[in-house]
């Protein structure tokens, strides 16, 4: 069967039933398949990334815009004009990544502070093998950001989950679609500050104390028939609890090679 017939889905050989007809009932191929031109990429290119309606701009904007409702419909399960939030955090990522290196040349673990205080200073052999330790975990954290994140996510999702067991009906998975979401906004709020590093030289730290703030208002938000203060400590304890065990993880890891090494 050719490429571009017209008369069945080329997926699962249906047959088409009208001659308007668009996607294949059975398998939602497009039909008929068309060939893979400029005019096809361009195509692509609008609906699933430039359109304020739906794809990659339209997801962003509304979790920056409207976290709450993008939440809820996403709990609910009005998700058909949404990208996948795996595939979303993954290309904000890599975003960050990107514009990091190009802009600021820096590190994405900004071990700058920790550099500054042993300055000039004699330290203890096994501190100083602790250090080198620390920067090679943040190397390879730099060279897998995006990995990086991914491993932390379940971590992040549990932490939500217990502290938000008692309050909300949510199991884990769905936190985990939350917290994947949450994410994507300090990811955002990164890369608008990266931008302005020229004038903003602690973007890093900036962006996670803005982007724990905008994850408090996304929740007061999605929890809008709950008290305010009640949502607003809960995240709180959260984020605090989180950002504990991610140091710990990273802190253990540069134990791990300072012993192998």
Not at 58 to 76: A, C, F, T, W
Not at 180 to 186: A, Y
Request: proline share 3%; net charge positive.
């Amino acid at each position: 069967m050719g490429m571009h017939v017209n008369t069945s889905c080329i997926n699962c050989d249906r047959a088409v039933s009208v001659a308007d007809q668009k996607y294949c009932p059975g398998c939602g191929q497009p039909t008929p398949a068309h060939r893979i031109d400029w005019h096809f990429l361009g195509h692509e290119l609008e609906h699933s990334v430039l359109h304020m309606d739906r794809g990659i701009l339209y997801s962003l904007k509304n979790v920056m815009l409207r976290p709450g409702q993008l939440l809820r419909d996403y709990i609910e399960g009005r998700r058909g004009n949404q990208v996948k939030p795996l595939l979303l955090i993954t290309m904000m990522a890599a975003a960050v990544v990107l514009l990091n290196r190009l802009i600021t040349g820096g590190s994405m673990m900004d071990s700058g502070v920790s550099e500054a205080l042993v300055a000039g200073q004699t330290m203890p052999a096994e501190l100083l093998r602790f250090l080198a330790a620390s920067r090679s975990v943040s190397a390879w954290i730099d060279s897998h950001f995006a990995a990086f994140t991914l491993m932390l996510l379940p971590i992040e999702a549990l932490v939500f989950w217990q502290v938000f067991r008692r309050y909300s009906q949510l199991n884990y998975p769905e936190w985990l679609v939350m917290t994947t979401l949450l994410t994507v906004q300090v990811f955002v709020i990164w890369s608008v500050l990266v931008l302005l590093y020229r004038w903003l030289s602690q973007a890093q730290l900036v962006a996670a104390l803005l982007g724990m703030i905008y994850n408090a208002f996304s929740l007061v938000h999605f929890f809008q028939d709950r008290p305010v203060w009640s949502t607003l400590w809960r995240t709180a304890v959260a984020l605090a609890v989180f950002s504990l065990i991610s140091s710990a993880a990273v802190m253990a890891a540069a134990l791990v090679v300072m012993r192998v090494a």
